[in-house]
């Protein structure tokens, strides 16, 4: 035992005085802002010389998969000197871990066959593949990674590669087992649809939208492939693997992927109806599946911030709230899980509402105490949400029912600040009403991320003396809303 520990100590120090060395030669990189980024390594600007020479020494690296600049994933070890060099528009590898990162190259090569969709991810042609077809070809595509990678006499980046080939199958199953039967052809009358004038859109428009979308596929999986399918995307996935969390592009995805899957099964439908918020039935499923400190603190923030912006009060999350804050020990997570329960609790109904001060369409500012005196119903939107356009009809409507009443409605947009003058067309070309206002920063506006908004529409609704009276009102097309406000002394 003591020489093995012997051993371990000489191996690590050895490890711990190792240099990978990045060199090579790429033409017009040095114009560029290129970065060597991954395994937590913060991002690190590649300088090279006016003929695109390049060096980078970099100590204590971990083993594992990087992303460089327009390369993309490379693969490194802490004693590697991998030569990178650009000739006829492809780079080529040399020297230490030619065979490991030539191997990575055509396995994501042999893979973007499969994916590259921009809006489902597989290429339609798959989509209509017969499950008997299309499973095999992903059997060939593990296949042939891995052979390729047994040409390396690394074990572990062999291992990484039978382990990424694997999830990158479960990923592309779990696109086809969504999205079968998708047919290109068929799409003309969710187009005729989507065209149809925003504000023009009435109630019915959501029934016909998911008509239409469903129109568009001309096969469907029968229960006994879905199932087979399913089994095949998340039984046994390990759930555990803190390397893959590290490198792999698709373990992130198929372990959310399967928490989700598992939260709106018919195993928690009782457990999911009781707590009306999705993201505390996660953490409960992570505690049960996760016990790797490094992903489940990481899954666990994101849950938690999530389920603390969807809360109601701050008794709802109290619990949740306080158990990040003893598992976790990344401070600035932490921080940010304190202020959202504080911007929670900061938004409870009798609280004062926190002020804003955003242009309208013609550059003037405009406060929220601006309206003081006043009933202040809050729409925030934006012009690419197709729910919120829905509402539109609906707002309108209720602007002329309290037409000359005490109350303002004030839609505010959280496009980004590109797309000004995109939004100030759409108010116009709409002949929008009540009071239209821009978010200074979108969703990180101050006053948006005190509200915690994540997702929209969302609505908000203030008393005269800017006091809140419910931080996730009603819609325009609730006439429960309609009633509450007809309550009100205006």
Not at 83 to 88: D, F, G, L, T, Y
Not at 412 to 419: E, F, M, N, T
């Amino acid at each position: 035992m003591i020489k093995i520990s012997i051993l371990c100590i000489a191996i690590f120090l050895l490890m711990g005085n190792a240099k990978a060395q990045l060199i090579g030669n790429i033409p017009g990189i040095a114009d560029s802002s290129w970065t060597l980024q991954g395994n937590d390594l913060s991002p690190i600007v590649i300088s090279a010389d006016k003929s695109g020479n390049f060096k980078l020494s970099l100590k204590d690296l971990v083993p594992g998969i990087y992303e460089f600049g327009k390369v993309g994933l490379i693969y490194l070890e802490p004693d590697y000197k991998l030569n990178i060099s650009e000739q006829e528009k492809n780079y080529q590898f040399s020297g230490d871990g030619k065979i490991e990162n030539d191997a990575l190259r055509n396995m994501n090569s042999r893979l973007n066959q499969f994916l590259g969709n921009p809006g489902y991810g597989l290429w339609h042609r798959y989509l209509l593949t017969e499950p008997t077809v299309f499973i095999p070809m992903l059997n060939s595509y593990v296949e042939k990674s891995i052979e390729a990678a047994n040409k390396s006499n690394n074990e572990s980046f062999k291992a990484f590669i039978k382990h990424e080939s694997e999830l990158d199958k479960r990923y592309c199953l779990y696109i086809y087992n969504r999205f079968y039967g998708l047919d290109s052809t068929k799409m003309a009358a969710l187009r005729e649809i989507l065209a149809i004038p925003k504000a023009d859109r009435k109630k019915n428009y959501s029934e016909r939208l998911t008509t239409a979308y469903q129109g568009q596929f001309s096969k469907k999986l029968s229960a006994a492939e879905k199932d087979a399918i399913e089994k095949s995307i998340y039984q046994d996935l390990d759930m555990n693997n803190d390397m893959l969390y590290r490198n792999s592009k698709y373990y992130k995805d198929l372990l959310a992927s399967k928490i989700d899957y598992l939260t709106y099964g018919k195993k928690y439908d009782k457990v999911r109806d009781s707590i009306q918020n999705d993201d505390k039935l996660k953490l409960i499923i992570l505690d049960s599946l996760i016990n790797n400190t490094y992903i489940r603190t990481r899954l666990a923030y994101r849950f938690t911030l999530n389920a603390i912006k969807k809360a109601k009060n701050p008794e709802d999350v109290s619990k949740v709230y306080q158990s990040f804050l003893n598992m976790a020990a990344d401070e600035p997570q932490k921080a940010a899980i304190t202020k959202a329960y504080q911007n929670l609790s900061a938004t409870l109904s009798n609280k004062s509402a926190p002020d804003f001060k955003y242009e309208n369409s013609k550059g003037q500012l405009v406060s929220l105490k601006d309206f003081k005196g006043n009933y202040v119903y809050i729409d925030i939107w934006a012009t690419w949400c197709g729910p919120c356009i829905a509402e539109i009809p609906s707002l309108k409507n209720l602007e002329k029912s309290f037409e000359g009443k005490k109350i303002k409605f004030v839609s505010i947009s959280v496009d980004v600040s590109v797309h000004k003058q995109k939004w100030a067309n759409f108010v116009k070309k709409n002949n929008l009403g009540g009071v239209q206002l821009m978010a200074d920063k979108d969703f990180n506006s101050e006053f948006i991320k005190t509200f915690g908004v994540t997702t929209i529409p969302r609505f908000i609704l203030i008393d005269p003396d800017g006091k809140i009276i419910d931080n996730n009102a009603k819609r325009p097309s609730d006439e429960k809303l309609a009633t509450q406000l007809n309550t009100f002394k205006m």
